[in-house]
């Protein structure tokens, strides 16, 4: 027998092998290091069998049968740390029963994150107030689907002190029917909540109040609507909050805000949307004076003007993320400022739907923010399509690029440009063209084909959602089925092909050994409509296809 060199001795260690598993961002490649060696088997199950996921009714009842061995190797339920429960394709029913969850609560102690997307049997109240009885571990609770007398009956164990490390609760109810006196109850029995996401709206001082009276370590806090009384109260009581995300109503002003400026905790996020026709310079002016931690911030406000931009660009000097979406008022010199001030400090860039903004403020930042990491345009009108190439072309590390609303030369040339500059660091592309008439360029030398798609591939091999909403002059369908198969980490696809896919264009696709998602815009016969009824219903179906046809 061959002596192990020092090298491979490491590599049987349990504690470096766990730590190595964390870079394993998807599941088969940790399946394939279970057979390599008995220690192997022994870390990489548990990093397998941490957050299982049930896209299938085989795949669950397996998950129950496994569950329900009395003899087997590992003792799998204790490994299971985040369940998710919802359904992942419209079309399959995971088949879970009231046993099942029963089944659950009893094998799996070591819960600590729960997501609930529906209150449809199984999960009535009963049964997840039985799951929550038996998961005192418990960190993050996700409820995305309920009523008051579902929440009433179900969180009965938190107003029991059962779940006592909990740190995030989320409580999403379209209809917010909801009595709020529980919550004030869940924060009194958990009073390690930090995160706090509700669907309500926060419009009294004594609301407020009782949210921070309640829960008085908050760091971050989301709710769908604030106004000026709601948003005092708030942010007056909670001294550690780092995160704040709503709507803003009516009755908060530029000067109101003015006045509470300094009273904001030191944010790291700060995530604003608002629909009426105010403006906050003097609120930005004093607020960012006294935000030296803040790196992401949104805004979602259409009447804002470019001294509140300008002023957040040049005071903020840990900004690294800025989404600006539906602010139709902004200039050229908003977006130079963020170029010019964050420079190459900037990670994260986004512009939606605004008419102002030209390719000299878009080439600003393609100079300035080399560094950036994802930037997303989207129907910005007056733009051509040499600031896009130039950002394609500078910023050579971009894992993100979206492009929204411009003509199909913008796309292939950004197509091309991505294929000879970026570093293969490129994980998300999405194109999309809705229409707008091309710009008038000399020659459009760049088309997007199999040969351009191949091109892409090969130097963006880490591809993962590959969005093509656009023109693809490309005839022949088998070589534009062997370009997307040349991505060989694609898991995501959405495509307008030029020619209708058939059906054994798709077995060619199923051939992918990433590939989970396929999304056809009328590009399909309806042979694929049949095997869209039928075969993907079978459990056994890895790819999940869904059929967009045109409105007529």
């Excluded at 192997?40 to 299938?56: D, E, G, Q």
């Excluded at 708030?234 to 780092?242: A, D, E, F, P, R």
């Amino acid at each position: 027998m061959e002596r192990s060199t020092p090298a491979q001795n490491a590599l049987l260690t349990a504690d470096i092998l766990f730590n190595i598993s964390s870079f394993f961002e998807r599941q088969d490649d940790v399946f394939r290091c279970l057979f390599v060696h008995p220690t192997w088997t022994m870390v990489f199950v548990r990093k397998l069998w941490k957050a299982p996921i049930w896209y299938s009714t085989d795949s669950t009842q397996c998950f129950i049968r496994t569950l329900r061995k009395r003899k087997a190797l590992f003792l799998y339920g204790h490994m299971i740390q985040r369940l998710v429960f919802k359904l992942y394709r419209k079309e399959i029913d995971p088949g879970l029963t009231s046993t099942d969850l029963k089944l659950i609560s009893r094998s799996c102690p070591n819960l600590k994150h729960l997501t609930f997307s529906t209150i449809n049997p199984p999960f009535n109240h009963k049964n997840v107030e039985q799951l929550l009885n038996k998961t005192p571990n418990l960190i993050t609770l996700s409820i995305l689907d309920c009523d008051n007398e579902w929440l009433e009956g179900s969180l009965n164990p938190l107003l029991q002190g059962k779940c006592p490390l909990l740190k995030h609760l989320e409580i999403h109810d379209c209809s917010r029917t909801w009595s709020l006196n529980l919550l004030c109850n869940i924060g009194k029995s958990c009073p390690n909540i930090i995160s706090l996401k509700l669907y309500q709206r926060i419009n009294s001082w004594k609301l407020a109040r009782m949210i921070t009276n309640s829960f008085p370590n908050l760091q971050s806090f989301e709710c769908k609507y604030i106004n000026d009384v709601g948003l005092k109260g708030l942010i007056t009581g909670l001294q550690n909050l780092k995160s704040l995300s709503s709507q803003f109503e009516n009755e908060i002003t530029d000067e109101k805000l003015e006045t509470l400026a300094d009273r904001f905790a030191q944010l790291e996020s700060l995530r604003i949307r608002t629909i009426h026709k105010q403006d906050f310079p003097l609120f930005f002016i004093s607020f960012t004076r006294f935000q030296p931690c803040l790196k992401q911030i949104y805004l979602a406000t259409l009447f804002i003007r470019d001294t509140a931009i300008e002023t957040i660009a040049k005071n903020c000097h840990n900004l690294e993320s800025i989404e600006i979406f539906m602010c139709f008022y902004l200039t050229d010199a908003s977006v130079k400022a963020i170029a010019q001030h964050r420079n190459t400090q900037l990670k994260h860039f986004m512009i939606a739907y605004n008419a102002y903004i030209t390719d000299e403020s878009i080439e600003e930042i393609a100079n300035y923010c080399t560094k950036l990491k994802s930037i997303i345009i989207i129907t910005c009108t007056k733009l051509t399509d040499q600031p896009f190439i130039n950002v394609a072309k500078k910023c050579k590390s971009l894992e993100e690029y979206t492009v929204r609303h411009h003509s199909w030369h913008t796309l292939a040339s950004i197509v091309h440009t991505l294929s000879i500059r970026n570093k293969g660091s490129l994980k998300v592309f999405k194109a999309y063209e809705a229409g707008v008439k091309d710009f008038v360029v000399k020659k459009p030398n760049y088309i997007i084909d199999a040969i351009a798609l191949e091109k892409l591939a090969i130097r963006c091999p880490n591809i993962k959602t590959l969005v093509l909403k656009c023109k693809i002059q490309e005839i022949d369908q088998n070589k534009l089925v062997r370009a997307i198969r040349k991505f060989k980490n694609l898991e995501d696809l959405h495509i307008s092909p030029s020619e209708k896919f058939t059906s054994d264009d798709i077995k060619q696709l199923e051939r992918h050994k990433r590939l989970r998602y396929v999304t056809l815009f009328h590009g399909f016969t309806p042979e694929i409509q049949n095997i869209q009824l039928s075969s993907r219903q079978e459990s056994s179906a890895r790819m999940n296809i869904t059929l967009v046809t045109p409105v007529l």
